[in-house]
Every structure is written in C-alpha cells, then in structure tokens.
C-alpha cells in the first residue's frame, strides 16, 4: 500500500473507524515499512530531476523528501549539520562538492555490488560516491564568423590578440568555477592567476551563466565561449539551426574537464536499503537513457548506447586532463583567486 493512499484513506474516516484502520494497517504492514522513506539532499535542479525521482517512488513505493539547492549550498549545509542532518544521500551536480562532503568523513563506504556497475574512474577512490553521468567542459564558437582550423589547441592560448574582446566566460558559475580549481591543481595557482589576469586584459567579456553565453555567441555578441557540453543541445531542441558549434581543447589540456554529478549515501543514513535502491534505479539502463536524453549528459554505465550525445564517456575522458575529482572540493582558494584577479 503507498504512504500517500494509506494518508488519504486516514483522512477521510471518522476519528473511531480511524483508530481501528491505523491497528489494522501497523498489523498488516510492520512499522518500518509503513514510515519507509528517503530523504534526499539535490544539487540538481527541480526541473532537470523531479520525474526520475517521482518514478522511482511510484516504482518502490518509498516516500522521497526531496531537498534542493546548489551543489556547494548543500554540501556546506551537511557539514554544518553535521551527524544531526536528515539527509540519507546528497546527490550533487559536480565531484567538488561531493569531495567536500566525503573528506569531512560523513559517507559511508558503498557496498561493492554497487561500485562494480561502474568503472574505476566513475567512483572515488575510497568508494563513498558514485558517479550517475558526465559532463565536459568545451569551447563553444560561431560556426558562421569563426573558421575552426584557427581554433586554439590550448585553454591558454585565448589570451591571444586575434581573440580579444571575441571571448566570453562565466567567472561566478559553479562549473567554471571547478575548471578553474581542477587548473589550479594541474598548473599552480601562479600560473592560473596570471592567465586569468590576461584573459581579463584580453577583454573577455562575462556572462551570468552558460545558457547567456551561447545566446551571446549565436548573437554576435562573442566568437568563442568556454561552457559545458549540453548547452548547445538543449538550444538545437528548439532551433535545429541554431549557428553554433563546439569543440575541445588537444587531448590533456586543462581546458577539458571532464566533470560528473554524483551521488553518495551518509553514515548515519536511517533508511539505507532504500538508499542503496536509488543509487543502483539512477543507474538503469532505462533511466541512464533518460538522462541522457531530458539533460544530455553523458551516461555512466557501459554499454548505454544513445544518439543524444555524440560521443562516449569513455572518449571524452581521454581527452580530459588526469586528477583525483575529490580534489575539486578546493573551492576557496579559487575563489581567492578570482577575487585577486578582479573577478568577483
């Protein structure tokens, strides 16, 4: 019997019948599985996620209590609640803020059935978060004002005169925040702020977030937009001719973070079953093509095929540079350098 219809039933019967439907209904049904429920902490938009996980409820009769909010607003509010938090699993939009959460030791270790769905570069290395899809940094570019073949093989080759004033970025998005982090690790903060004090000089122009970039390259506003892969597919949804491309820096480049949402389960987890249920759900082969489709991620599990996305997670990851994702969960001092550099 589901939570909902049982509530439903209560409440429309006089207060005796009541009483002797609810003794009835805690014989038949044990009190764990009348009160089953999960409590999820989301870094992933309502509008992107709420029909996964309402089918997930429909399909196992749990009661989600869904809490959303950015990534990095929710990992700090775990650590601040610390071992009184309600939340069963936090399932984030990037691998900072899960990093975050797992070094203040407040997940669990993942059982090894679950781990074993998904190569090793897909789950930390400690196995307290799994990975349920991928998305790569790209440089997005007009596809009628710019040729191709003059692209830059380096993130650090936009600091160039033939591209200034042509570049737009996103100084106060979570994602371009994380690429700069993963730069930081790759290259050192020196050498990062000075690219970004470069860059800056270059006039490279800002934008609010990713979907205003693409709209300012289609626009003639800029040439060239460092972004996330998805972008352009969500805006080809509505306009198949929308004039704009997208490409990665040479293989190893910093420029090519290949980035996941994620998710992982905390120790003081009430319902864990129903936890480990929507961990191994998210990882269907039925709702890995959803994601695919509805956000154009990149799917996780091997052998999911799909024409949303043009290539594998596996193909980008060979472009992408080599470091530990946990490690994104550095966020200050990037922040540090972004207010340095005249950013923020």
Do not use: C
């Not at 059935?113 to 007009?142: C, F, K």
């Not at 106060?172 to 690790?185: A, I, Y």
């Amino acid at each position: 019997m589901q939570p909902r219809f049982f509530h439903a039933l209560l409440t429309s019967l006089p207060l005796k019948a009541t009483a002797v439907t609810l003794a009835i209904f805690m014989l038949i049904f044990p009190p764990d599985l009348a009160a089953q429920s999960l409590t999820i902490y989301s870094g992933r938009s309502k509008a992107l996620v709420e029909p996964l996980i309402r089918k997930f409820e429909k399909e196992h009769g749990i009661r989600m209590n869904v809490r959303y909010g950015s990534s990095t607003q929710l990992a700090v509010a775990l650590l601040e609640e610390g071992r009184r938090t309600p939340a069963d699993v936090f399932w984030a939009q990037d691998a900072g803020a899960l990093g975050a959460v797992h070094r203040s030791e407040m997940f669990d270790k993942l059982p090894d059935d679950l781990l074993s769905l998904l190569p090793g570069r897909l789950h930390n290395s400690e196995g307290t978060w799994i990975a349920t899809s991928g998305r790569a940094r790209v440089m997005a570019y007009s596809s009628t004002r710019v040729d191709s073949t003059r692209l830059p093989d380096s993130i650090f080759g936009l600091t160039s005169p033939e591209w200034r004033g042509r570049v737009g970025w996103a100084p106060s998005n979570g994602s371009f925040q994380s690429l700069l982090t993963s730069m930081r690790l790759l290259e050192g903060d020196d050498v990062i702020l000075q690219w970004l004090r470069e860059m800056r000089e270059n006039n490279t122009q800002s934008y609010i977030n990713n979907s205003a970039l693409l709209q300012a390259v289609a626009a003639g506003e800029i040439d060239i937009a460092l972004t996330n892969h998805y972008y352009l597919f969500r805006f080809r949804e509505t306009d198949p001719r929308f004039p704009v491309e997208q490409t990665w820096f040479a293989p190893g480049d910093p420029g090519n973070l290949v980035n996941v949402a994620g998710i992982g389960m905390l120790k003081n987890a009430s319902n864990r079953e129903s936890a480990f249920a929507f961990m191994k759900f998210l990882l269907e082969e039925e709702n890995q093509l959803w994601i695919t489709r509805e956000v154009y991620e990149y799917p996780v599990r091997e052998g999911v095929v799909t024409q949303s996305v043009h290539a594998s997670l596996r193909d980008i990851q060979e472009l992408s540079p080599d470091l530990d994702l946990d490690d994104l969960s550095d966020l200050n001092r990037t922040l540090d350098l972004l207010r340095r550099a005249g950013l923020l």
